[in-house]
């Protein structure tokens, strides 16, 4: 039962096409911002705590999951959208200002779970769609695999909010 829980192939298809999607809008946000960046970092050190980053990544999550659904998908999109240009911008001025590239470890985490995440709207418009659930059985191996794709998102962005504080924080301004 656990293998058709993770292993779900509609699911993995919707994390498929979400990164697909996600790294078409890095690779554009990345080269439209090659020459058009004039970025400076702060001066001083900003002080943000674990906690903050953490609760407010989980938000996020949870936004858009929940708008995603009332939205058929088209929320989840378009923070996935966002996030590639942006993700592609802060690739293009790491790159341009030579700042060591481990600082921006978190958001690749960051950015998985919001891939996992962007991807639970799909699938369950995909199933009522499909007419999966009309099948007690199939409508219990999709909330377990939901379930167990919300836990992995929620420990990448565990993950993503220590390396923030810890790790990228303090190769930006050290």
């Not at 020459?35 to 702060?42: A, H, S, V, Y």
């Not at 705590?49 to 999550?61: C, V």
């Not at 921006?104 to 659930?133: D, N, Q, R, V, W």
Request: with cysteine; glycine share 4%.
């Amino acid at each position: 039962m656990i293998k058709k829980v993770l292993y779900n192939s509609m699911f993995i298809k919707c994390i498929i096409v979400n990164f697909i999607i996600f790294s078409i809008f890095t690779t554009i946000g990345y080269i439209y911002s090659l020459d058009n960046l004039n970025i400076r970092i702060p001066l001083e050190k900003p002080d943000i705590k674990f906690t903050y980053l953490f609760i407010h990544n989980i938000k996020i999550i949870i936004g858009t999951m929940l708008f995603g659904m009332l939205s058929f998908s088209m929320w989840s999109n378009f923070k996935l959208f966002v996030n590639g240009l942006n993700f592609g911008i802060a690739l293009a001025f790491f790159s341009q200002n030579k700042l060591p590239f481990i600082a921006l470890c978190h958001g690749l985490f960051e950015m998985a779970a919001l891939i996992i995440t962007s991807s639970i709207p799909i699938f369950i418009i995909i199933g009522l769609f499909k007419k999966t659930y009309k099948n007690c059985y199939l409508i219990k191996i999709s909330l377990i695999t939901i379930s167990i794709y919300i836990i992995i998102a929620l420990l990448l962005t565990f993950i993503a909010a220590i390396l923030e504080v810890y790790v990228s924080y303090n190769y930006i301004w050290n």
